[in-house]
């Protein structure tokens, strides 16, 4: 049981060049999202999914979209990097269960955009 | 979410127990509280969750007030390792949406 798995986990992007964060997680979970985090703040939502499917809009999302074809994978695209988009990205998955639900998060991908 | 108070920073001696705690005093009754942490870079890992009854797990114990307006987070023989950034969270709607405050930071110290 891999739990959450990101990829890459370090990338260095010029300004202007587009990548996917991929994300996988095999414990079958309806829900997965995606957050960064820059130093010294706590973590921001960009997107999340409730499905296949389904997709929206977290606190953060521009300069970023998401799809979600398959219940294991949900990746991350950076349409046209920027050096504001330098942060560490953490995807998330969430058990949802009948007393509350729990997310378990990857190991975070680190980003420079120069 | 609702709102969370916690303190910037604490320490506490290897061993002793560590109560870390959290005001979320506008916590509507169908909130759970939520407890993660986040050793240095890595991703958050959670640590505990509860409604209005105290919860204990291999990792702690949380104890919510019976207004549910606070509740503290203890680590009962902290370690070095549990040196690390500790998040109260009361999410609103679905719990894949958290919003994460600044958080505590525990050092732990021998």
């Known amino acids: 049981n891999a739990g959450v798995t990101q990829t890459p986990k370090f990338q260095v992007l010029k300004t202007g060049q587009s990548m996917t964060l991929q994300c996988a997680q095999d414990?079958?979970?309806?829900?997965m999202s995606w957050y960064r985090q820059d130093p010294g703040m706590g973590l921001r939502l960009i997107h999340y999914?409730?499905?296949?499917?389904?997709?929206d809009q977290g606190e953060v999302p521009n300069g970023y979209n998401v799809s979600r074809s398959t219940t294991e994978d949900f990746p991350l695209r950076l349409l046209s990097a920027a050096p504001s988009q330098t942060s560490v990205y953490f995807c998330?998955?969430?058990?949802?269960?009948?007393?509350?639900?729990?997310?378990?998060f990857g190991e975070g991908s680190w980003l420079t955009v120069v | 979410d609702a709102k969370t108070t916690q303190p910037t920073s604490m320490d506490c001696a290897e061993g002793r127990a560590a109560n870390l705690p959290c005001n979320h005093s506008?916590?509507?009754?169908?909130?759970?509280v939520y407890w993660y942490r986040q050793i240095h870079s890595q991703g958050p890992q959670y640590i505990i969750h509860?409604?209005?009854n105290n919860e204990t797990n291999e990792m702690a114990s949380l104890i919510i007030t019976e207004d549910r307006k606070s509740s503290t987070l203890i680590l009962p023989h902290a370690t070095l390792r549990d040196t690390a950034v500790y998040y109260c969270?009361?999410?609103?709607?679905?719990?894949?949406?958290?919003?994460f405050g600044t958080g505590t930071r525990l050092q732990v110290t021998l």
């Open positions: 998330a998955s969430t058990f949802t269960g009948s007393t509350g639900n729990t997310i378990y």
């Open positions: 414990m079958n979970h309806e829900y």
């Open positions: 999914s409730v499905g296949a499917g389904i997709t």
């Open positions: 506008t916590i509507s009754g169908n909130e759970y």
């Open positions: 509860g409604l209005k």
């Open positions: 969270i009361v999410p609103t709607g679905t719990a894949s949406k958290l919003t």
